[in-house]
Every structure is written in structure tokens, then in C-alpha cells.
């Protein structure tokens, strides 16, 4: 671990042609949930940039090699480290536009940042101290979940982590607490906290906020319908970003389908979400 004392981290990151910022205009995290093959991953974010390109907001593109969260052992991962690499470098090539992916290992972080722009870190992982700063020594942005067992007001400690490693480019996502069994709850006054607390631009992510854990037994549930309505409230409270998975047949996806958003609904809620930010930080 490089000995720098803790920082505050930026206000506004910037990541390609999208910048985040708490008081800046709404940037989008997007993608499908798995990264399926090289022609749906190209596919999927060709569509996106042309969304977004049209209605002129900046945009990360988001997709996994690797789901090691899954509900059943018996649940499709994805294609791997080794066959996405190359497909995550020509879509930025390519296409222009800056990719996101997952780390679950200390060991797959540098590798990663060859060919992505942002490290997210999952909910589940966001307290791993290890992979927190190998992440944040790579240079590259790490974007982090909040745990769903965590309060907004302690992810203070997990980006003093982050920043302590040199690196002050980091975004925080809200996705939701546990409530109950097999469901989560959003309370919107984490986001103001999370932006408060930590000092980091704030992504709401409005699919896996309607996500049921488990919901389906071998399998996790969702509430696709309710992805709008979420979403709209986050960026009314104020947001830096808004995440989204989104897929061209949700569902025939190989997971996440019960709570991604149909590709060809984005265009319509993006423009919302945009006139509803644009009143937010009027």
C-alpha cells in the first residue's frame, strides 16, 4: 500500500467525455448487466452512444466479465477475464466511449485497467481493504457500491481508503439497503448523505435498487417497473450520475433480467431524467 495520508477526493471526475459532479448536469452509467459476446457488446453500446449523443449527456458504458455474486453455483458467470479484455479495449477503441467492468480480486485490478476507464467495485466487496487499494493504484477511477448492511454515512471510511492509495478520483453508488428478506429499500436521504460525508460525486443505481435478492430461489428477482420511478426521485433529490442496465431483451438476458431496463425504453426515460435534473440544480 503507497503511504500518502489520506485526501479529500474530487468533486468531479472525469472520464472520457462524461464528467460527474454533484452539481454538474446528469452523466449516465450504462450497459447490460453480463458481457454476453463480442457482437451484443458492440451492439449494446453503439445504441447507447447514439442515445446519448442525441440527447447530449455524457456516458460510461457498463458491463461485466465475471459475476462471481450469483444466487446458485449453477448460474451462467459470464465469459471471463481473458475473452473480455480484448472485446473492453475495442469498444473504447472503436466506439470512443469510456468502459466499466467489475474487480473481484486484488489479482485482476491491473489487468483490468489496461483496457477500462473505471474499476467498480462490488456491493458486497466494498470493505475489502485490499482490493480497494489495488484498485485505487491502477490510476484509474474506482467506482464503489455501498454495501446494502451499510449506512450512507459510512462510506467515508471506505473512500479515505481509496484516497489514501493516491487516488481521488472516486464515485459512490447508492443501490439500495437491505429490508426484510429478499428485497431491498431505497431511502433517498443517503444520497445528500453519501455527497456529504464523503466528499464524492454520487451515482444512484436505479436497476439494482429494485433488484429481490435471491427472490426467485436459484435466482435473483426484480421489479423492472419501478426503475423509472426510483430514478426520477433520485435525480430530483440531486445526483452526479444515474446507473442503468439495460439490455436489447431483458428478458432473455443471463441475469439481471427481472430489473433491467429495455434498450429501446432508454431514450424516453433519459430525457426525463435530464428535464428532471435540470430542475433539481436550476
Known amino acids: 500500500m503507497t503511504n500518502i495520508p489520506a485526501s479529500k477526493p474530487n468533486p468531479a471526475v472525469k472520464i472520457g467525455a462524461a464528467t460527474f459532479g454533484n452539481a454538474l448536469p ?9 458481457l454476453e459476446s463480442r457482437a451484443h457488446a458492440l451492439e449494446t453500446a453503439s445504441a447507447l452512444k447514439e442515445i446519448a449523443g442525441k440527447l447530449g449527456i455524457g456516458l460510461v458504458y457498463k458491463t461485466s466479465f465475471d459475476k462471481a455474486n450469483r444466487t446458485s453455483a449453477k448460474s451462467a458467470r459470464g465469459i471471463g477475464l481473458d475473452a473480455a479484455l480484448p472485446i473492453f479495449a475495442e469498444i ?12 473481484h480480486e486484488t489479482e485482476q485490478c491491473s489487468r483490468v485497467a489496461e483496457v477500462v476507464d473505471v474499476l467498480q467495485i462490488p456491493a458486497f466487496l466494498c470493505r475489502q481493504t485490499d482490493l480497494l487499494i489495488a484498485a485505487a493504484e491502477t490510476g484509474r477511477a474506482v467506482n464503489v457500491k455501498k454495501g446494502q448492511f451499510l449506512a450512507p454515512w459510512d462510506m467515508a471510511n471506505v473512500v479515505a481508503k481509496i484516497t489514501s492509495a493516491g487516488n481521488a478520483n472516486v464515485l459512490v453508488t447508492e443501490r439500495g439497503a437491505s429490508f426484510g428478506y429478499n428485497t431491498l429499500v431505497s431511502d433517498f436521504r443517503a444520497l445528500p448523505i453519501l455527497a456529504r ?68 425504453q432508454m431514450e424516453g426515460l433519459l430525457r426525463r431524467l435530464i428535464e428532471f435534473d435540470r430542475l433539481a440544480k436550476r
Open 26 to 34: 446528469l452523466a449516465l452509467i450504462a450497459g447490460p448487466c453480463a
Open 92 to 103: 473504447r477503441k472503436s466506439l470512443g466511449i469510456p468502459v466499466l467492468t467489475d474487480v
Open 197 to 264: 460525508t464523503t466528499g464524492a460525486p454520487v451515482i444512484f443505481d436505479a436497476t439494482h435498487s429494485v433488484q429481490q435478492p435471491g427472490g426467485q430461489g436459484t435466482s435473483s428477482g426484480g421489479e423492472r417497473e419501478f426503475v423509472p420511478v426510483l430514478a426520477r426521485a433520485a435525480v430530483a433529490v440531486g445526483v452526479a450520475g444515474i446507473f442503468i442496465e439495460t439490455h436489447p431483451d431483458p428478458d432473455r438476458a443471463p441475469s439481471d433480467g427481472p430489473n433491467m431496463m429495455p434498450l429501446k
